[in-house]
């Protein structure tokens, strides 16, 4: 099976530990993608307004190279990239007056109808891959690992393009036990970490993010997993911050699931890029010795 | 336009050799090259010893040499404007050093003149940049790989290029500073083609004895040029560029120093004063003057203006009396005619051709030597290929590039080309191109010292306005070397002079006044005049029905 | 012997003339001329929207449009050949910010290049720029690569661009994309490539003076002796390696 991949601007630079990881656990699983050889920003962030369809051409670009790939599949890795993609891709199939509109202004590509399917990693594993096979992968269980899996906003969120329900999800809990640890459940693991708001009002954003934490703890979680970048910056970077405004009491490493499943699967700990996760984040895992078999 | 069924049928015929022409190169087998005495012999068909092109100097300090008709015609003119004119008590712009010139030569010059001190005016006819050296292709020489090379190869390569008769000071100081000039360039980022682990790729230029070509793709100069105008629009406090305004006469001062110039403001037509310290002449070449006639690849801007402001004030002109025919320029299809192929495509092993799928002449001759085989290959022997239009050229064989290099090498390495015939409809890395020798290079110039010095105080030489490093004939490659390598020492040279030596005085154009008297005793019409600024294309069934009587009314 | 001069003021004419429209105004041209020619047959002389004349400086960026078409074309006026009924017009300059710095500070981080140039991520991926690039620069591509950190990939991608401001003039960002795009060749051309260390070496070599008794000796040469050194000089082979080596250390 051949796959499309988008990797996602962030993914290039702070985020390359998701990155990394999950192609490395990909070609563990024996799954060739290939990036897309031209792709642009897809704007991070779907537009809203119902009129502002400029906002869609950048996502329906990246669609349109998809498919000039000739792969059915368009695999993502950053939840918000996957949730703006999985949008537009929807638009552009539900949507005939608009997607005439876009494709007529995009007249020098491809015309597209949302002919590609935008998937997440998450989803894929769980309906390409099935976490039977995930689990027959493991060579190095994360045993007695208590993890928070943390699914934000934009994973499930509108039902269009979740991957799985909202109200109840599982898809995260199911690929953490496959991997050998133990999921967490906890009251806020769907609410929003504050996203962009850390950025026009950071005091809310730091205050939603604590409270996700210091739930997430109370639960019994020694460590949170998440998909996104900028919920990793908002949950795991901020955490200083926490400390000295809102008075957290305890640091709680905070990984992306590739890192982990990477672990669990033997990928060499350097394509994790750990340096790029809080230091305490790589601390846990050394002094919890799960280190040992990806050395 | 692609090619038409006849030159088809005749590329069958290069086609045919083509194998065997391969072969010959895989085995390392070369036409020999001509030996001194054999190139003696072909250089009579070469144009600059048509001695119906040219004449004696009438009036200047090179009296009495023979140079070519275009070139004596704009020498010995008068003014653009009477210097009587002009109010030299006051002036428009004050700096330390005026530099004549915005292409690479210039550049540079600014660059080192900022570094040493100087507050700098670039004045330039055209945009900053527009000028020959962003057009320059192929590549820059400097020996930079010790294992094999040195400024002692360099040297030899570039004598017996000009001749023999270059001046040894010029070519040392050339040869010694080359690789300085590649690693300054490499640090202000100019992205030269590289090996994974940083070793510079270099290949052979015509005459080179070792492959010391180094190059951007097929933009070497475009590269260079860029990277240069990009540094110097950091320096913008210190370095101010005035553009569409080119200098007419040089100002010299009460001590006989050059002291500024008169500039023209080609949209507004008034003349302005700049007075300065000392001044850069870098004002290029002048292949628009389109001496006996030929095509040219040079910029727009290309008439040789420097040569006239400086000759005026007392220099002597030297090894004007070569040009360089660039040997391989495009004659079909007509649109791009005169657009230079760059000689990379001959270091990458492309053969010349003639009708009958012969090669005539090794290809790494110097350009000379190449240019005028080409001219009697054609004019002589009758072997050129027919154009539409009734021109003739000489196959470029560049299909031979994907054989001996690997299919896709032309795409990667001359993408410039490929995609300019492309929109003809012709396919280069599967179709030769048709060439003939084209206007290149003002081999000469003005006399100047290693040190960008000339015999007038105050007014530094740099670049192709420059005469005696490349002697009678210029080798591939030392041109854009020329330009940073003496732009740099020029710079530097005239902040130190600004700085140390200059003398204020009064400014005066006595010097200008004289020369006109000058002209008007030798018999010269008033309306010649010089520098001609740009060169005039107006068609005339056009100029025919221009009759308005100059600056009457108000409308001109 | 001589050839064709520049222009058409020495060709006589004959191929068949057709209508194209500069700035609004009807003219007849030859249908075989660039812009830049036809323009100078009509009767216009240069002063700006020319310069090399041979497609690399970017001076004579031209739009045009053709009869029942709302399409914008774009060409070099040096390399485009006239249409029956264009309607055209050269854009010789266009405003664009540059930002300055001084190069030797910088580290080669894209953190650099949003600092200097934050309106680069005003860039919705519309691709006008690429559209309207004479040269077929992947304008929006090499700008994406930029947002994303990948400085090497800009400066690749924008490679072959000549600075003529039509990616500006088109953009909805109000971006001034070629100056980025030199930033970002400078930056990856100093900063992200290896530097060359035989150019180091021979440098070193140079100012110890190692080649001076060497070249003075060949400039102390008489024009016979010279000509002898020349012709005896071992020539590389065209087809050597990087670790060619002459037979004889001579000059070396």
């Avoid at chain 2, 790989?145 to 000071?169: A, I, Q, R």
């Avoid at chain 2, 010299?252 to 000392?278: I, M, P, Q, S």
């Avoid at chain 3, 914008?72 to 029956?84: N, R």
Wanted: proline letters at 5%.
């Amino acid at each position: 099976m051949k796959v499309s991949y988008y990797p996602g601007c962030t993914l290039k630079t702070h985020g390359k530990g998701l990155e990394s990881s999950a192609l490395a656990c990909l070609e563990k699983l024996g799954i060739t993608v290939e990036e897309l050889p031209r792709w642009n920003c897809c704007g991070a962030v779907y537009s809203l307004a119902d009129d502002d369809l400029i906002h869609m051409v950048a996502p329906v670009r990246d669609l349109v190279r998809a498919k000039e790939q000739g792969n059915e599949i368009l695999l993502t890795l950053c939840a918000m990239c996957y949730n703006t993609l999985a949008r537009a891709n929807a638009l552009m199939k539900n949507d005939p007056e608009k997607r005439k509109t876009i494709n007529w202004f995009m007249d020098e590509e491809l015309d597209y109808a949302g002919e590609i399917k935008v998937v997440h990693f998450l989803d894929f594993l769980r309906d390409y891959v099935g976490w039977d096979k995930l689990k027959e992968k493991v060579t190095n269980p994360l045993k007695g690992l208590k993890a928070a899996p943390y699914y934000g906003c934009t994973l499930l969120r509108p039902k269009e393009a979740g991957i799985d329900r909202f109200d109840n999800p599982s898809i995260f809990q199911d690929c953490l036990r496959a991997l050998g640890a133990e999921a967490v459940d906890f009251d806020m693991s769907t609410q929003c970490c504050g996203t962009y708001q850390v950025l026009g009002n950071p005091e809310a954003s730091l205050k939603v993010s604590f409270d996700i934490l210091k739930n997430a703890s109370e639960f019994g979680a020694e460590a949170l997993v998440l998909a996104c970048p900028l919920c990793d910056y908002n949950l795991g970077k901020r955490q200083g911050e926490m400390k000295n405004k809102l008075g957290l009491a305890n640091d709680m490493p905070v990984y992306y699931f590739t890192q982990l499943m990477a672990l669990a699967l033997g990928v060499p700990e350097a394509e994790c890029h750990f340096e790029l996760n809080r230091e305490i984040s790589l601390g846990f895992l050394k002094e919890r010795n799960f280190l040992k078999a990806s050395a | 336009m692609p090619y038409p069924e006849e030159l088809k049928r005749l590329i069958k015929k290069v086609e045919s050799t083509r194998p065997e022409r391969v072969a010959r190169k895989k085995r390392n087998e070369e036409v020999p090259f001509l030996s001194l005495d054999d190139r003696e012999k072909v250089l009579q068909y070469h144009p600059d010893f048509r001695e119906e092109g040219r004449r004696a100097l009438n009036i200047g300090p090179s009296k009495g040499y023979k140079i070519a008709h275009e070139m004596a015609d704009i020498l010995e003119a008068h003014s653009r404007v009477k210097p009587a004119q002009i109010d030299l008590t006051k002036w428009d712009y004050e700096t330390d050093v005026l530099i004549i010139g915005g292409g690479g030569a210039g550049t540079s010059a600014a660059l080192l003149a900022q570094e040493n001190g100087a507050k700098v005016i670039i004045a330039t006819k055209l945009r900053h940049g527009d000028a020959n050296t962003m057009m320059a292709e192929g590549g820059i020489q400097a020996a930079t790989k010790g294992h094999k090379d040195s400024p002692y190869f360099h040297y030899l390569d570039v004598m017996g290029g000009g001749h023999f008769k270059n001046v040894p000071e010029l070519v040392e100081t050339l040869a010694n500073k080359a690789p300085d000039a590649i690693m300054w360039l490499e640090s202000l980022g100019c992205n030269f083609s590289k090996y994974p682990d940083g070793t510079l790729k270099t290949i052979h230029g015509g005459g080179t004895s070792r492959k010391r070509m180094h190059y951007a793709a097929d933009i070497t100069g475009a590269e260079m040029m860029r990277t240069i105008r990009d540094e110097a629009r950091n320096r913008v406090s210190d370095i101010q560029v005035l553009e569409f305004a080119p200098a007419v006469e040089l100002i010299l001062n009460e001590h006989g120093r050059c002291a500024g110039a008169v500039l023209y403001n080609l949209e507004t037509e008034e003349y302005f004063v700049v007075k300065a310290k000392a001044v850069v002449m870098a004002t290029g070449g002048s292949g628009r003057l389109h001496m006996q006639g030929f095509m040219t690849t040079n910029h727009y801007g290309a008439t040789g203006d420097g040569l006239v402001l400086a000759y005026r004030a007392g220099v002597p002109v030297v090894f004007l009396h070569t040009v360089q025919y660039h040997p391989t320029g495009i004659v079909f299809p007509e649109q791009a005619e005169g657009i230079l192929i760059t000689e990379k495509f001959r270091g990458s092993g492309a053969n010349l051709v003639n009708i009958d799928g012969e090669q005539f002449v090794n290809e790494r001759e110097p350009r000379d030597v190449e240019a005028a085989s080409i001219i009697k290959e054609c004019v002589v022997k009758s072997k050129g290929i027919p154009t539409p239009t009734g021109k003739l050229g000489i196959w470029l064989d560049s299909p031979m590039i994907e054989d001996l290099a690997g299919a896709g090498t032309v795409e990667r390495e001359f993408p410039g080309k490929y995609i300019l015939y492309k929109r003809f409809g012709i396919d280069i890395s599967k179709e030769p191109m048709l060439i003939y020798p084209t206007l290149h290079y003002q081999n000469g110039g003005l006399e100047f010292k290693a040190t960008g010095h000339t015999g007038l105080p105050g007014l530094f030489v740099a670049g192709e306005v420059g005469g005696g490093i490349h002697g009678e004939n210029r080798l591939m490659g030392n041109s854009l070397l020329d330009i940073i390598v003496f732009g740099r020492i020029a710079g530097k040279s005239a902040a130190l002079y600004a700085k140390n030596e200059f003398k204020d005085g009064k400014l005066s154009l006595e010097h200008a006044e004289r020369y006109n008297k000058e002209a008007s005793a030798a018999g010269i019409a008033e309306d010649k005049v010089a520098p001609m600024i740009l060169p005039d294309y107006t068609d005339p069934r056009v100029r025919e029905r221009q009759l308005t009587t100059h600056y009457v009314g108000t409308l001109r | 012997m001589s050839t064709l001069d520049e222009g058409v003021a020495k060709t006589e004419i004959a191929a068949k003339l057709i209508p194209i429209y500069v700035m609004g105004k009807k003219y007849e041209v030859p249908e075989s001329l660039t812009i830049m020619k036809a323009i100078e047959y009509a009767g216009y002389k240069y002063i700006r929207g020319c310069g090399c004349r041979g497609g690399v400086c970017g001076a004579c960026s031209t739009v045009y449009r053709k009869p029942n078409d709302y399409k914008i074309y774009t060409g070099l006026a040096c390399q485009t050949v006239v249409e029956p009924d264009m309607y055209l017009t050269q854009i010789p300059f266009y405003p664009a910010i540059r930002a300055t710095y001084n190069f030797y500070e910088l580290e080669g981080r894209p953190e650099e290049i949003y600092e200097l140039y934050p309106e680069l991520f005003r860039c919705v991926a519309c691709n006008n720029c690429t559209k309207v690039c004479p040269m077929d620069v992947e304008v929006m591509d090499y700008i994406s690569a930029l947002k994303r950190g990948d400085i090497a990939a800009a400066a690749k991608i924008s490679f072959d661009c000549i600075q003529c401001g039509l990616c500006a003039s088109r953009c909805m960002g109000e971006l001034a994309q070629y100056h980025m795009a030199q930033l970002a060749r400078r930056v990856y051309g100093a900063y992200l490539t290896p530097r060359a260390d035989h150019l180091k070496t021979v440098v070193a070599n140079i100012e110890a003076g190692r080649f001076d008794l060497g070249v003075k000796s060949l400039k102390a040469m008489n024009q016979e002796q010279l000509k002898q050194a020349y012709q005896a000089r071992e020539m590389e082979p065209a087809t050597a390696g990087e670790d060619w080596k002459p037979k004889e250390s001579i000059g070396l």
